[in-house]
Nanobody, 123 residues
Framework: QVQLVESGGGLVQAGGSLRLSCVASGRTFRSYGMGWFRQAPGKEREFVAAITRSGGSTDYADFVKGRFTISRDNAKNTVYLQMNNLEPEDTAVYYC????????????????WGQGTQVTVSS
């Protein structure tokens, strides 16, 4: 398993931007598909974005397409989530996750999770 630590969350006004980072431990980061999920209070955790091992392919939930961008730097063991044009509905704890397969979309596909970082968007 890989250890994951997220950072970059915070409070931002609607229309603003944040960039989340997730650093992975170990030398096998490039062997994992990576994803971002989020969980708002009183709601189930939901898929946000995923990226394949090489970074060559990405996938997004419909509600973030065109606003969020997932990327990775395998040399730095880091995956990013650039979030633009944030909306109050984006308020949630955001989690980074690692998938032993090349790519996944379901929570069950991901075996390692970070502790989460809070994103709060004010109106």
């Amino acid at each position: 398993q890989v250890q994951l630590v997220e950072s970059g969350g915070g409070l931002v006004q609607a229309g603003g931007s944040l960039r989340l980072s997730c650093v992975a431990s170990g030398r096998t980061f490039r062997s994992y598909g990576m994803g971002w999920f989020r969980q708002a209070p009183g709601k189930e955790r939901e898929f946000v974005a995923a990226i394949t091992r090489s970074g060559g392919s990405t996938d997004y939930a419909d509600f973030v397409k065109g606003r969020f961008t997932i990327s990775r730097d395998n040399a730095k063991n880091t995956v990013y989530l650039q979030m633009n044009n944030l909306e109050p509905e984006d308020t949630a704890v955001y989690y980074c996750a690692a998938c032993s397969a090349n790519w996944g979309r379901r929570s069950a596909d991901f075996g390692s999770w970070g502790q989460g970082t809070q994103v709060t968007v004010s109106s």
